[in-house]
């Protein structure tokens, strides 16, 4: 483990480590509910296009390779942070065992292997995400035909914003059913009740306002 950390801190490895390191942080960050898993996000509509802003047609037609490449490697069906673990995890296994085996020890050559081993970690993400995207695909198909939730209040469990994704439960015959959600109006800190109003299919969540009782 030692000899692990050195290398990792060694200047041909200092990329892929701080790039590791931000991945771990983030995760920290989810856990303990400051950030949610979309906060940094790509969205893609039903026919895999990237949303942006553009007037121009030859615009969109100069981004349909970009949009291709992304649907190819199932971004917007997963959340963007879960693919980069899955790139970044590879790409640092990748440099440390490359400097290794090559006795390395230059940060300009060890930033040159980052290329190549960067192409093959977007490959190997592509495979280690796909039961993530079956996964988060039947969560769609469960939310698609979830208007059961509409109009039921829910319990906060994380805290929800317009800007930032939350969480909630709402009891649905008895079971306990988890929300991606979002407030449409104030803020809603765990604990709270609120009442779920809508489905936002482009956002992937739920729709939340507060929910005062008298």
């Not at 893609?44 to 349909?64: I, V």
């Not at 996964?135 to 039921?152: D, N, P, Q, W």
Request: aromatic letters at 10%; one cysteine or more.
């Amino acid at each position: 483990m030692t000899e692990l950390l050195q290398a990792a801190v060694l200047p041909p490895n200092l990329l892929p480590t701080a790039l590791l390191v931000f991945v771990l942080l983030y995760w920290l960050t989810v856990i303990v509910g400051l950030l949610d898993m979309k906060t940094v996000d790509l969205s893609l509509d039903d026919h895999g296009h990237l949303h942006f802003d553009s007037d121009a047609a030859a615009g969109e037609a100069g981004t349909s390779w970009l949009n291709g490449a992304l649907a190819f490697f199932n971004l917007g069906r997963i959340p963007l942070m879960i693919f980069l673990s899955f790139v970044i995890l590879p790409l640092w296994v990748g440099s440390i065992l490359a400097n290794y085996y090559t006795g390395n020890t230059s940060l300009l050559l060890g930033l040159g292997f980052c290329l190549p081993l960067f192409i093959a970690s977007l490959f190997v993400a592509k495979f280690l995400t796909l039961p993530f995207v079956k996964l988060f695909t039947a969560m769609e198909k469960e939310h698609g035909g979830g208007e059961v939730a509409i109009g039921k209040v829910c319990t906060v469990l994380l805290p929800a914003t317009p800007e930032h994704l939350g969480q909630a439960s709402v009891r649905i015959d008895g079971a306990p059913l988890m929300l991606n959600v979002r407030s449409t109006k104030a803020p809603v800190a765990k604990g709270e009740t609120a009442l779920v109003i809508d489905y936002d299919a482009h956002r992937r969540c739920y729709l939340i306002e507060p929910f005062i009782t008298n």
